[in-house]
Structures are given as C-alpha cells and as structure tokens.
C-alpha cells in the first residue's frame, strides 16, 4: 500500500453526522491517513441531529503542508459554517489550483461551499435537492455521486457510503476499494461490482 499524505475532513457546528463519519470510518478501513479537524475554538463538535464527535484537530492549530485530500460533510447549517470560515475558504482554493490535491464534498457542501467558491465552473456536480443555484457555471448531475476531474461529490446522507468508497476508489485505486466494499458487505454479489458502483 502506497505512502499516503494526510487527508483532512472538516467538522463544524451542525454537520451530517452520518455523512461525517461514514467518510472517516471508510478512509481509515482502506490504510488512508484521515483525521478530523474543527473548525471552532474546541474539539467536541456537535452536528445536525445533537451528535457530539471529538475531532481530531483543532483548525487553528493545524498545518495543512500539501494534503492529499480536502473533505467536506454536508448537513445544515454545518456547510454554511463551513462556507463562512474565512481560512478554510483560502484551504480550499489553495488546494483547488493545486498540482495533485483533492476535494470532496457532499449534500449541501458541494453548493453552499464549493459552489459558492467559485470552484466548480466548468465541472460536473451534484448536491442536495434545493440547493442547485449555489453551484454557478457548473454542470448538474442528478447522481448519487460525480467525480469531475479534482472532485469527488455526493448528494446526500443515503449516499455517503458510495461516496466514501469512491474517495477510496480515486485515491487508492478500485482493487483496495472494492476490498473494503466486501467486507462492509456493501455488494448483493460480485458480479460486475465495480461497474455497478464506480463506472
């Protein structure tokens, strides 16, 4: 398994929790090196449905030296909190315009704060239903998932598994996904698995 560089997954007040820690649950299964980061002044972070998670970081204290991926849970008003913290925004475009970094973002997340940004014109996107408008000069998919070019986005909680073993997928590649896959038991059968989920 190759040397992974850190990936941050960012948690703010009123974050999908499910969303959240799917996505942390299925990096860390696949040997990616995840840690959680608040972006308040502690580490408890409480999200949308009055789940407490202790993070791993705190923002403020955190060095961000060329991460491999940024990612972004949904959950309102978790992804405005996130689209309103000035430094993450600057993280974000940093790692947008960088040569290898990745962004994922799901729900809200892709709209209210990628959307918002600036930084999905020109690519494919998808989001929660009901929040479209944010995602100026980008391409709408009625997905479950999109991968467009830097991005890996979901639309929504049902989702976030697919949406996790598809950051495995770009990162570690299809045979370590579809291992974690198997063992969540995530396939009815192994037939044509990987079309069926990833092509």
Partial sequence: MKDMKPSFLFLAAGFEEVEALTAVDVLRRAGMNVQTV??????????????TVNADLIYDNTLFDDPEWLILP?????????????????????????????????????????????????????????????????????????????????????????????IVDEAMGEPVAAQVADGMLYFPSTENRMVNYFG
Avoid at 127 to 139: N, Q, S
């Fill in 74 to 166: 949904g959950g309102m008003p978790g992804a405005t909190n996130l689209y309103e913290f000035g430094p993450l925004q600057g993280l974000l475009r940093t790692q947008a315009e960088s040569a290898n970094g990745r962004i994922a973002a799901i729900c809200a997340a892709p709209a209210v704060v990628l959307g918002q940004l600036g930084l999905l014109k020109g690519e494919k996107a998808t989001c929660y239903p009901g929040f479209e408008k944010y995602l100026e000069g980008a391409t709408v998919v009625d997905s479950p998932v999109v991968i467009s070019n830097k991005f890996v986005l979901g639309n929504g909680p049902a989702n976030a598994l697919s949406w996790a073993l598809t």
């Fill in 38 to 51: 608040s972006i308040t002044s502690a580490l408890q972070v409480t999200g949308a449905h009055g789940i």
